[in-house]
Nanobody, 120 residues
């Protein structure tokens, strides 16, 4: 059984910072990619950032220079969010593309989401 659990969401003022964490657990052989999506009411889901097992990162244009994704270990990822704007308000979902065994293909898993609200 694979689970991804996000933490660190909350309420922050514009210009503030927040750090989200995602912990994967279960019988996982390897995680190729971890990352974050976000979705705000009335808006389409947006890919925020990804990081591969090799450390390659990618960020959405809307967060470049403000957000930093990292791999804390093979099964954990964090998203450091600085200079937060009201437009960043959304539910943030962690995802992982992983293999359960050396003989398995990739599968994707999602966390339950954590609310980030940027408001004064």
């Amino acid at each position: 059984q694979v689970q991804l659990v996000e933490s660190g969401g909350g309420l922050v003022q514009p210009g503030g910072s927040l750090r989200l964490s995602c912990a994967a657990s279960g019988n996982i052989f390897m995680i190729a990619t971890m990352g974050w999506y976000r979705q705000a009411p009335g808006k389409q889901r947006e890919l925020v950032a990804t990081i591969t097992s090799g450390g390659s990162t990618n960020n959405a244009d809307s967060v470049k220079g403000r957000f930093t994704i990292s791999r804390d270990n093979a099964k954990n990822t964090s998203l450091q969010m600085n200079s937060l704007k009201p437009e960043d308000t959304a539910i943030y979902y962690c995802f992982a593309m992983l293999r359960l065994s050396p003989l398995s293909g990739f599968q994707s898993y999602w966390g339950q989401g954590t609310q980030v609200t940027v408001s004064s």
